[in-house]
C-alpha cells in the first residue's frame, strides 16, 4: 500500500524554466510534508517542509505547495538550475519527528 | 557543524556472512533513524530510536537483522545472515526533538553475492 505516491519518474526542464514536481498522499493522518534531494552516492539532502496548518511555504527558489483537500502537494522550483539535476523524494509523516513515509522519488534533468 | 557519519560507505559480501554498519548522528540528536533504500525506491524506516529506546522496530527483520544504540549516541545495525535480497543502500538519520526534520547520512551501499 503505497501511501506516497510520486506518479512521475522523471521530468526534463530547461534552464531558467520552472520545474514543477508532484506528490500525491492518502494516509489523512499525515501532517508535515517534506521535500528531499538526492545526488548519486549521497544521502537525501532535506530541502523543504510544509505542515498542514499551511498551504504554502517559501524558501529561495523553492515553494511548496500543499492542497489538503486533493491529498495533493507540489515543489516549484523558480528558476531551475543545472545543478537542481537530482532525484527529489517527497515524505510525509503523521507526527513531526516520526517516521517518514517516502515517495519513489522522480528524477529533474535541467537542461542548459 | 558535522552531519551524520556513516560507515562503512561500501560493502560486498558473500551472501550467510554477517554484515555491520556503524552510525554516528549530529551531535545532540537524540532520535536515530535507520532505513532502508531499495533501488528505484524511496527509503523505507526499519527502526527509530530515542536516545537508547527503541520506539519503533515494527518493520524490522528481526529474525536476521539486529541494531543496538549504547549511550544514546552511536548506533549499529547488524544483519546476520545476510541473503542476496539485502542488497541495498542502508541510511542512518537523525533528528532533535525541538526540530523534528531528519538529516540523512550518506549511506552504506551493501552488494552481497
Known amino acids: 500500500d503505497q501511501q506516497v505516491k510520486q506518479n512521475s519518474p522523471s521530468l526534463s526542464v530547461q534552464e531558467g524554466r520552472i520545474s514543477i514536481l508532484n506528490c500525491d498522499y492518502t494516509?489523512?493522518?499525515?501532517?508535515?510534508f517534506l521535500w528531499y534531494k538526492k545526488y548519486p552516492a549521497e544521502g537525501p539532502t532535506f530541502l523543504i517542509s510544509?505542515?498542514?496548518?499551511?498551504d504554502k511555504n517559501e524558501d529561495g527558489r523553492f515553494t511548496v505547495f500543499l492542497n489538503k483537500s486533493a491529498k495533493h502537494l507540489s515543489l516549484h522550483i523558480v528558476p531551475s538550475q543545472p545543478g537542481d539535476s537530482a532525484v527529489y523524494f517527497c515524505?510525509?509523516?503523521?507526527?513531526?519527528?516520526?517516521?517518514?513515509?517516502f515517495g519513489a522519488g522522480t528524477i529533474l534533468r535541467v537542461k542548459s | 557543524e558535522a552531519g551524520v557519519v556513516q560507515s562503512p560507505r561500501y560493502k560486498i559480501i558473500e551472501k550467510k556472512q554477517p554484515v555491520a554498519f556503524w552510525c554516528n548522528p549530529i551531535s545532540g540528536h537524540n532520535t536515530l533513524y535507520w532505513y532502508l533504500q531499495n533501488l528505484g525506491q524511496g527509503p523505507e524506516l526499519l527502526i527509530r530510536?530515542?536516545?537508547?529506546?527503541?520506539?519503533?522496530d515494527s518493520q524490522l527483520p528481526k529474525d536476521r537483522f539486529s541494531a543496538e544504540r549504547l549511550k544514546g549516541v552511536d548506533s549499529t545495525l547488524k544483519i546476520q545472515p545476510a541473503e542476496l535480497g539485502d542488497s541495498a543502500v542502508y541510511l542512518c538519520?537523525?533528528?532533535?526533538?525541538?526540530?523534528?526534520?531528519?538529516?540523512f547520512g550518506p549511506g552504506t551501499r551493501l552488494l552481497v553475492l
Open positions: 515524505a510525509a509523516s503523521a507526527k513531526y519527528g516520526n517516521k517518514l513515509v
Open positions: 510544509i505542515s498542514s496548518i499551511k
Open positions: 494516509n489523512s493522518m499525515f501532517d508535515y
Open positions: 530510536y530515542e536516545n537508547e529506546e527503541a520506539v519503533d
Open positions: 538519520a537523525s533528528s532533535s526533538r525541538a526540530l523534528g526534520t531528519q538529516y
